[in-house]
């Protein structure tokens, strides 16, 4: 069974209505969503309203709610239905794309130091969640693998470790590349790596339900099947209109990610670019398979590449194996991605020449023309607030960005981390953000593949 297409939010489309998870490997394992509040129905009041029932919008309902609010969200399908619930379970201390050398050539030794921290009190916040909420989501150890796929690339992981070391006085291992294939990945593409402990695996889809239990249970209200589908004010309020009722709210914060439709807000038109990512997962592997590929390791693995791909041994011996997906989603490019990405898995691990997918599917991960997140509000009201564009490195930024947002909306004080807590920028250019793509991943395919 496969999911239905997904629909390009450039092209002013909402996420759809009222729809079903995807057929992911996720949704197969973790048994049934714990309950949410349904559709909106007829008219209410609140002081705060959230757009976006994934992570941010869960996360930022939570804290609020522990701050003594009563948030609505409102979800168009079902909460945790978007990248939330369907990503690669990669929990990481990452604030955008920036590596550990260039943060700090484009903001400065404080301010770079100032950006690493918040993303070890991102992660920090994911471990608090998951303690006190007793969510149970199939955490997977810690440590994060970057492969050099290609025998020149080990250089730039050695200038990481040496940039992280130095500069922030966080200790990252380099490994050659007989280390590598001896304890953790076997292959053709296995040519020296570095460890950061940091990092968790985890199932995505049961967090999203744990954080939608805890949400509910601090006093928010979750409302799944509730698009908004026209914003219009009143006075200063703002009215959130679903096809079932209306949200009267005086602040509103939007957490719809790769989801926005273009169009929906002024602050964030033409300052997004949905991107795909296409996941597959393997049948099992057997354990002689497991033995030839020497896939040992359980950290989670990224590689070199700029278009990278994510992978990771699953519990169950299943390989999970993802990448950036076509640049619009229809069944013929999800065909042709599966395909594309079962035959990268088996180019790094040709011992898995056999092996078969048993699922994939895609989401929109969400990038902006800085390559940074932007935590905010819009400038022409500051009672909308917003946290988007986690560059596909979103599980822990945005459940801290919820904390964050709600810290901000009781007046306490937030870091002082000016490449985040500012307005999104728009693209130059922005009605031509697709054809940049293009011309883009072109470029980065090419040089992925050189040197
Ligand atoms: C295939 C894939 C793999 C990924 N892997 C990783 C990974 O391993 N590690 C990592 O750190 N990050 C990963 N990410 C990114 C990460 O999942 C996201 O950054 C994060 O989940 C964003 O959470 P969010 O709550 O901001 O947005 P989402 O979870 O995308 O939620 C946005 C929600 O807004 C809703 N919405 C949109 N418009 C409206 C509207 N008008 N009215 C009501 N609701 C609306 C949508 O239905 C959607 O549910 C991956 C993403 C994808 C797609």
Not at 77 to 101: D, E, L, Q, T, Y
Not at 241 to 259: K, L
Request: net charge positive; hydrophobic share 40%.
């Amino acid at each position: 069974m496969s999911e239905l297409a997904l629909r390009d939010p450039l092209s002013g489309q909402g996420p759809g209505q009222g729809l079903d998870h995807p057929p992911s490997y996720w949704a197969a394992i973790s048994g049934p969503a714990p309950p949410d509040d349904g559709p909106l129905v007829g008219d209410r009041e609140t002081d705060i309203a959230i757009v976006g029932g994934g992570y941010t919008g869960l996360s930022a309902a939570y804290f609020l709610g522990r701050l003594g609010a009563t948030p609505i969200v409102l979800e168009a399908n079902r909460p945790g239905w978007g990248c939330s619930g369907r990503n690669g379970g990669f929990a990481r201390p990452v604030i955008g794309r920036f590596g550990p050398a260039a943060m700090v050539e484009k903001w400065g030794l404080e301010t770079a130091r100032r950006i690493f921290a918040e993303g070890l009190a991102a992660l920090d916040t994911v471990r608090a969640l998951i303690r006190d909420g007793a969510i149970d989501c199939d955490v997977t150890g810690e440590g994060h693998l970057k492969i050099a796929h290609r025998a020149s690339r080990l250089a730039g992981l050695e200038a990481d470790a040496r940039a992280y070391r130095e500069h922030y006085g966080y200790e990252a291992r380099v490994l050659g590349a007989e280390e590598v294939r001896t304890r953790y990945l076997g292959g053709t593409q296995s040519y020296g790596g570095l460890v950061l402990k940091d990092a968790l695996g985890l199932n995505p889809l049961k967090l999203a339900f744990g954080m939608l239990a805890l949400a509910r249970g601090s006093g928010a209200r979750v409302h799944a099947n509730a698009p908004v589908v026209r914003w219009t004010k009143d006075g200063s309020t703002h009215v959130l209109h679903t096809p079932t009722g209306c949200v009267r709210a005086r602040q509103v914060i939007i957490a719809t990610n790769g989801y926005t439709p273009e169009g929906f807000y002024p602050a964030t038109n033409g300052a997004l670019l949905p991107v795909l990512s296409h996941i597959i997962v393997t049948r099992p592997m057997t354990p002689a398979e497991k033995t030839a590929a020497g896939f040992l390791t359980s950290h989670v693995i990224t590689d070199t590449r700029n278009l990278l791909f994510y992978f990771r041994r699953l519990p169950d011996e299943r390989i999970m194996f993802g990448g950036r997906g076509r640049i619009i989603d229809s069944p013929a490019s999800r065909k042709v991605q599966r395909e594309f990405l079962l035959a990268e898995l088996k180019r790094k691990c040709p011992a898995l020449g056999a092996i078969t997918v048993d699922y994939d599917w895609a989401g929109w991960v969400c990038v902006t023309a800085d390559q940074m997140p932007h935590i905010h509000h819009a400038e022409d009201d500051p009672g909308v607030l917003y946290a988007l564009g986690y560059q596909g490195s979103g599980v822990a930024l945005s459940l801290h960005a919820g904390r964050l947002l709600a810290d901000r909306i009781a007046g306490k004080p937030l870091p002082a981390l000016p490449p985040v807590f500012s307005p999104l920028p728009r693209f130059p250019l922005a009605a031509l953000r697709r054809l940049g793509q293009r011309v883009m991943f072109l470029w980065y395919r090419f040089n992925d593949e050189r040197g």
